[in-house]
């Protein structure tokens, strides 16, 4: 039978940091986490005031990956494919989550070279992420144990990162050119990754893309007079209700886009 495994792209702060811990504290897998700094220091940090830190340690590994850099890449999924082999494990949990703002307010504002950073790390990112690392998820012919844990989602999942003003239906405010088109695109890309599982790994692995609302990060600072009472999410509740989504995903819910309460973002 396939063993599973968790990777979190990145995991140094922020909800990936959150979301790592979360993971470490229920669920009994192993965790492949990544950063830009430096990997050690980061797992400690990672491990900070967790209980059992010396036990959780064991199941944790933290990588070097730069999404900007494919060589980055190449190096963490070879890291993986050691860690994790193919024959005896599948990765059963994947978070590409990286992301970048730069907020256009008027046509004016937008900057190429900020645009492109804005693709770079937003969409091309997790697109490069997906080359290298969905050969780890399962295939038709993987054998999966029926996992009594009720923490792990059913089938195999990987969630690239997407954000509800990616929704080009549901677009009422304008603004945001760059980061709005990123994540356009990102929902377009699952869909197009979905079609692709359906056909290698059948009912055994599925993609969707995520918003997990306004979290209190340095990424989202400049915003947080602006979002309403009661939603503005620590990264502990935002990883806590991505855990839970991606926990009870069914197959029907496939190749789309889901926000923290589980409820659809549409295209």
């Not at 010396?54 to 993986?80: F, H, K, Y």
Request: proline share 7%.
């Amino acid at each position: 039978m396939s063993l599973p495994w968790a990777f979190i792209c990145p995991s140094s702060r922020g909800i990936g940091y959150a979301l790592t811990r979360q993971l470490l504290r229920s669920t009994t897998i192993p965790i492949l986490a990544t950063t830009r700094g430096d990997p050690s220091a980061t797992k400690s940090k990672l491990l900070d005031d967790l209980p059992g830190a010396q036990e959780l340690s064991q199941r944790l590994n933290v990588v070097p990956c730069d999404v900007t850099e494919e060589p980055s890449i190449e190096g963490a999924a070879r890291r993986a494919a050691e860690l994790y082999p193919p024959k005896t494990h599948h990765l059963h949990i994947a978070c590409a989550i990286p992301g970048i703002l730069h907020a256009e307010k008027s046509p004016k504002q937008i900057d190429a070279a900020k645009s492109l950073e804005t693709f770079r790390v937003n969409t091309v990112g997790p697109l490069l992420l997906i080359k290298h690392f969905s050969e780890f998820l399962p295939k038709r012919a993987t054998q999966i144990r029926e996992e009594e844990d009720t923490t792990l989602p059913r089938h195999a999942v990987w969630l690239s990162m997407s954000a509800r003003v990616g929704s080009v239906t549901d677009n009422r405010l304008g603004g945001w050119y760059s980061y709005r088109a990123s994540k356009t695109a990102v929902i377009g890309l699952t869909k197009t990754f979905d079609n692709f599982l359906q056909a290698r790994s059948g009912d055994k692995a599925v993609a969707v893309a995520y918003h997990p609302g306004t979290v209190r990060t340095d990424f989202s600072r400049e915003y947080w007079d602006g979002v309403e009472d009661g939603k503005l999410f620590s990264p502990e509740y935002a990883a806590e209700r991505m855990a839970d989504v991606l926990s009870g995903l069914e197959l029907g819910q496939r190749g789309r886009c889901w926000d923290w309460k589980d409820d659809e973002v549409p295209p």
